[in-house]
């Protein structure tokens, strides 16, 4: 199984990034899709979940209302719209796939594959 995170880059407050992941080796509709990210020197944190058929979403207080997520189960790929960026979303941003749904799709614990990280960097 892999995941391929990509679309992170530099940009400033108050832009926009979208970020997508690509999947192999898994049965992508199956799945629920979480994002998370780690800033520098902290720990990594949930941001956004979408279980399957584009069922059921979450978002970390933080982002709701900037972040929409979104998956295309034809193309085997999840998506993360990032509005309204700010200095502080800056981090490594991970794709993943796991099996619980619902809310503890909140938890890193329930996620099985990891993608590599995409850096988004946000100037202020």
């Known amino acids: 199984v892999q995941l391929q995170a990509s679309g992170g880059g530099l940009v400033q407050a108050g832009g926009s990034l979208r970020l997508s992941c690509a999947s192999s080796?898994?049965?992508?509709?199956?799945?629920?899709m979480g994002w998370f990210r780690q800033a520098p020197g902290k720990e990594r944190t949930f941001v956004a979940s979408i279980g399957w058929s584009g069922g059921l979403t979450y978002y970390a207080d933080s982002v709701k209302g900037r972040f929409t997520v979104s998956r295309d189960d034809a193309k085997k790929s999840l998506y993360l719209e990032m509005n309204n960026l700010k200095f502080e979303d800056t981090a490594v941003y991970y794709c993943a796939a796991g099996s619980v749904g619902g809310p503890m799709a909140r938890l890193q614990a329930n996620y099985d594959y990891w993608g590599q990280g995409t850096q988004v960097t946000v100037s202020s």
């Open positions: 080796g898994l049965t992508f509709s199956r799945n629920v």
